[in-house]
Every structure is written in C-alpha cells, then in structure tokens.
C-alpha cells in the first residue's frame, strides 16, 4: 500500500484508503513561498558540480589503473562478484527513497518533533534490513556464488573473500542511509559535496597503494575500497550529529511512523527489483553466457554510464528536494513547472554531453583505458540512450515519490523492466547477440517514462501526456536530431584522433547550447542576456 499523510486543521492523520492519497496537503505556505528555489537550486547544483569535476577526473583516472592493475578477469571478478551483493542489497534502495521523502515532507511542513520521529523509524527499519541483507547474502547469495558464476580457475577463494567485504560493507551502507538522506533533505549539497570529495581522494590512494604493495591485487582492491566505506560512514554521522538534531537517535515505537513508510517503501521494493533485473540481473546472464570479459565491458559501460548522468543528476538532486517541499505545501503550479522545466533542461545538458562521446566511443576509451574491452564500444553508445530516456523519467519519478502514491507505477514500471530478464535470457539460448539486452532497456525506460507522466497527472492536475508531449518531447526531438547530425560532419572529411574530438565536442555543445536558447522561456533568456552582461562588464 501507499500511504501519506493528509493534513487537517487540528493534527496529522495517518490514513489508509485502498493504497490511495487524498490530494495534496493544503499546509499555508510560508511567506514569499518558494520563488527563492530557483536561486536556492543553482548555488546547490554549483557545489555538486564542483564535486562532480574532481569525481570525474578521479574516476577515469582510477578506473584505468585498476583495469590495468586488476586485469581483465579479475576486473570482471570484481564487477560480479559485487552485483550478486547489490542484488540483495536492493531493499536497501527501497528505504532509502520513503527515508529520503518522509524527511523531506516533515521539513517542508517544518514538524521538527515529527522530523526526529521520522528519523529514528527510519534508522530502526534499516538496522533490521542490515540483518535481513546478511541472512540472504550467506544463504541465496553464496549458494549463486559457488554454484552459478563464471569465475576463472583459481580465483574463486579471491572471489569469496571479496563477496564477504561486500557484504560487511554492504551492511554499514544501509544503517548509513537515514544519516545521508537527512544531510540531503536539509539541502547541504555543499557540505555533501566536500564529503564526496574526500571520499574521491581516498580513492585516489587506494589506486598508488594498490601498485606498492605485492599482495593478491583484486583481494588488496576489496580490503581498501571497504576501509574507504567504513571511513566515510563515520564522517557522515559525526557531522549529522553534530548539525542535525533529529540524528540522535530515539528508541521510540511509532507504529504510525513505520506503517506508512514501509506501505511506502513496500511498493518501491517492487520498482527498485525490477530494475535491478535490468542492470545487475543483465550483468549475470552475460556472465553466464559470455564469460567475466563480458563483465569487464559492463563494468566500464556502467562507469561511463554513471560519470555522464552526474553532469544531470547534480541538478536533479538539487531539484528533489524542492519537488517535495512544494508539494507538502500544496503548490502544485510552483510544483509541476518545476517538474516540466527540468525534465527538458536536464535532457538537453544529459545530451550535450552524450552526443561526442557516443560519436567518439572507441577513440574516448583507448585514450582512457588503453586496452578497449570486447563488446565496451556499442554497450556505452546503448547506455547513452538510455541515459536520455531515463534522465526524464527519474524527473517525473520526483513529482510521483513526492505525492506517496507509487503503487501504480510500481507495478506497471516493475512489470514493464522486469519482463527485461526473461527475454534477454531467450535471446541468450538463441544465441542472439549480447546487445540485446541493453536495447530491451531502452525500449522499457522510455514506455515507463510516458507511464510516470501518466501517473504523476492522476495526482497532480497540472501534468498531463499532452502538454508533457508540447513542453518537453517536442522542443527536445528536433534538438536531438539536429545535434547528432552536426557531431556527424567532421567524421566525413577527419581521420580518428583527438583534434576530430574537439571539434566533434565543439559543434555538438554550440548547436546544443544555440537551440536550447532558441527554446528557452522569455524569463530564462532574460536571466541568461543579464548574467552575460555582468560577465562581460567585468
């Protein structure tokens, strides 16, 4: 079921009808509402760009060195080895979706006791979802590690011992959830920043201890990843205990606290297996059919993947909170237009960055990695696509987590992506090519896309298919086409290299950025003619 909270005039009622909600909250809205969110958005997203740089820069760095230091197969270990712990961690992603909005609604309606409540609920599920992961890692878990995967000759005593890091890891991640997710619904993306940054730079370290010492490498790898974890945990909850309140924790039994975020998070379990199916799920079945190579190639698709949905989701995560808070206040209008204008903006920066890596996959990952895994080139332009596609969706899932009432979309999204598993294991038997599961996940993120917008209109009045259709898909598609078309050009008369590049990068970032002007809104051209003004009378 999902449950949310109606607000009356005298008290906060938990109320179950059928999985239902009533409509949004009519909570007064706080003086100057949220007109400053704009502001309050861009200095959030500033922080988390920064973070993202130094990420970025780290991670292609440290993904190389591990790839070449690790090898191949033992890469490729690592990879699988590690999904068959997410694979059980994914009640884990469940929680941390109901931990994260239920903070974030009692701080829009500004119920600090509520808040502490909230925050102690959400820890004592977690620490019971600790155990259950435990129970089922050492139990399902090692029984499809011994008994199911590939690993080469030899490695299967590195791979129990990295299966069991994962899973002590694993543990402390998910006790970490509540604490992350207060940090983030108080919008301290600059202090989540600097955190994440430090986190970079040990791994950094872990890269340069990784060539000195003379020790099994992928056994070596596994110990200072989880010494990283374990550190960062700590420094989350110090600062959160120290800033944050509602972090100490209660021992308290509020049934009317748990009841509506586990109904929550019950039917976010469903979406959040389903599309584990369609990531690490996929992951397994390659390994099965083709071998830990296949695993490498996933492994740096996914990295790839990853590091080009930050340049959209540091906004997106600047954006959430907002989406929530609106809500609980009753603004729908404040609360769908933010909705509408960052699914389209968000796509086109997703897109201008996506469109010379997918021209240049080949050249990007031998300048990269040096040694370009088998199946790595077409696995990332695949993932480019769905990055678009899911980009939008994520952006309505904002709008539908922050109204509570996921039950639909979690069984038509859940049903949709996990039909995924199913026939990529046919085509697999039939020999089919490798790439087909990855195509499958296209095609189902961009129909659960349109479900979500669907969904979110049921709730929210002002969203519906057609003007989803008229103020996103429309002013995107010509953009979209436009911008791969003129990346395409230099390909004709340029050999492969890094200057065909530049210029690949130069034309798709100026047509991208040329047309999304052309279809901004007078306001935001307004704003983008006075900052260039102030830039240029400095």
Known sequence: MSIDPNIDDSSTIIRDEAAEVGAAPQTPQPEGGYKSSGKRIAKNSMALYFRMFLTMIVGIYTSRVVLNVLGVD???????????????????????GATSRFLTYELGRNDKQRLAETFSSALIIHIGIALLIFVLCETIGLWFLINKLVIPEGRMTAAHVVFQLSVFGTMLGVTQVPYTAVLIAHEKMGSYAYFEIISVTLKLLIVFLLQLWDYDKLILYSILV???????IVI???????HFEESHFRRLWKPEILKPMLS????????????????QGVS??????????????????????????????????????????????????????????????????LLMV??????????????????????????????????????????????IHAT??????????????????????????MHGSIYVAFTFNVVAVFIGCLCNVYTLGLTVKQITLKQFIRRVLLPVTPITVVAFLAAYSPR?????????????TLISTVVTLGMTYAIAEPEAKEWIKSKLKKLLRH
């Open 74 to 96: 033992d890469y490729g270990v690592y990879n699988v080895v590690g999904a068959v712990v997410l694979m059980m961690g994914f009640i884990t992603a469940s929680m941390s």
């Open 226 to 232: 989880l010494a990283v974890n374990v550190l960062m």
């Open 236 to 242: 989350y909850r110090v600062y959160c205990l120290r």
């Open 264 to 279: 929550f998070s019950g039917w976010d379990l469903f979406g959040n297996a389903s599309n584990l199916a369609r990531t």
């Open 284 to 349: 397994m079945l390659a390994n099965m059919f083709f071998g830990t190579v296949a695993n490498a190639a996933i492994g740096i698709a996914f990295t790839v993947q990853n590091m080009v949905m930050q340049f959209a989701a540091n906004v997106s995560q600047a954006v959430r909170p907002q989406v929530v808070k609106t809500y609980s206040v009753g603004d729908t209008d404040q609360m769908s237009k933010l909705i509408y204008t960052s699914a389209k903006y968000l796509y086109l920066l």
């Open 354 to 399: 996506s469109v010379p890596i997918f021209m240049e996959t080949y050249y990007v990952l031998e300048l990269w990695l040096k040694m370009v895994p088998r199946y790595s080139v077409w696995f990332v332009r695949i993932l480019i696509f769905f990055n678009l596609f899911s980009q939008m969706s994520i952006v309505m899932a904002m709008g």
């Open 404 to 429: 509570g009432k996921i039950k639909r979309i979690s069984l038509i999204n859940g049903t949709l992506y996990l039909l995924v598993l199913p026939f990529t294991y046919i085509c697999y038997r």
């Open 492 to 504: 004709l008369f340029m050999q492969p290299g890094f200057w065909r590049l530049v210029v690949v």
